[in-house]
């Protein structure tokens, strides 16, 4: 967990606050007027757009905390961060109750972390080795993944899925050499493999669950650039049964309802909620930097804020 943050910290670190930083997902879905103008996706997007990259980079390369440290942490990583790294794909991956019984699982996230430590290292140093590296990590899942199994697997696939696309968005973005077929078999095991799984929901587990869940959808449908599945996830995060909806966790008051999460599961709810996403039209489902979560409602627009 600790490296996983230190790392998200050279992208996220690039705003005043995390949720500041995520608050730029407004950048991921743009229409002049969703009822003249044609849909228009900003790439990169998911957690970062261009100029959140940029930045990071001259942190970095400036020596400037906490981007330098955290980006010689991720350096220091003895497996992930090395040209050596040598991705194990599986077909099946298995994962019980808890991490039990787990099949696949730890080389599924050994590689997820390598293709992130490469992308970042392609974007601040340029040197063209980490891109491919970062690509080819990608290429071998897409041609090898088939499915998920087991008591967890959907949290599993809500875990992985939103980071897969967050590194497939950078490289698409920032390095032509991922040819166009390959973003497309990329493409195509998000679709078949994560949104299959993941689009039932479940409502039925603690909230943790459908917030993983809508996250990683809702990452996937800005890479692949799927305005129905965008627009399937935001109506399940206002209006979801069970522990789904965000109504289950705040009142329009502000105040975060006392369900039987515990206070751990539903700020882990709020903090991974696809708040992070902005809708610009009509009905716009937003986030901003604020300190309370909660739903603000206007005269024709239902506005969630962070």
Not at 44 to 53: A, C, K, T
Not at 216 to 223: G, Q
Request: charged content about 20%; proline content about 4%.
């Amino acid at each position: 967990m600790t490296r996983d943050l230190n790392r998200r910290e050279l992208l996220l670190r690039s705003a005043a606050t995390l949720v500041a930083a995520l608050a730029r997902g407004r950048n991921l879905y743009a229409a002049a007027s969703a009822k003249t103008a044609p849909d228009q996706w900003v790439h990169p997007g998911v957690f970062q757009r261009r100029s959140d990259l940029a930045f990071m980079k001259a942190q970095v390369l400036a020596g400037h905390d906490p981007w330098k440290t955290a980006w010689d942490q991720m350096l220091a990583l003895p497996t992930s961060s090395s040209m050596d790294f040598d991705p194990n794909p599986f077909t099946h991956i298995v994962r019980g109750s808890y991490g039990a019984g787990q099949r696949g699982d730890r080389e599924l996230n050994e590689s997820l972390e390598a293709a992130e430590s490469h992308v970042l290292q392609w974007v601040v140093t340029e040197r063209e080795e980490h891109a491919r590296k970062s690509a080819d990590i990608l290429d071998a899942w897409a041609a090898t993944l088939a499915d998920f199994s087991g008591n967890d697997a959907m949290l599993l696939g809500g875990w992985t899925g939103g980071k897969w696309a967050n590194v497939a968005e950078i490289l698409r973005a920032t390095w032509p050499g991922w040819q166009r077929d390959r973003v497309r078999r990329f493409e195509h095991m998000l679709k078949t493999v994560y949104v299959s799984m993941l689009t039932p929901f479940f409502p039925e587990a603690n909230g943790n669950w459908d917030a993983a869940l809508m996250h990683s959808l809702l990452a996937i449908a800005v890479f692949c650039e799927d305005r129905p599945l965008l627009d399937h996830v935001v109506k399940h995060y206002r209006f979801g049964s069970g522990s789904s909806g965000i109504t289950r966790y705040v009142y329009p008051n502000v105040n975060a309802r006392r369900a039987t999460e515990t206070r751990r599961t539903r700020n882990w709810v709020l903090a991974t909620s696809p708040l992070r996403v902005l809708l610009r039209g009509t009905k716009a489902l937003t986030c901003s930097p604020r300190r309370a979560i909660g739903l603000c409602w206007g005269s024709n627009t239902q506005r969630a804020i962070c």
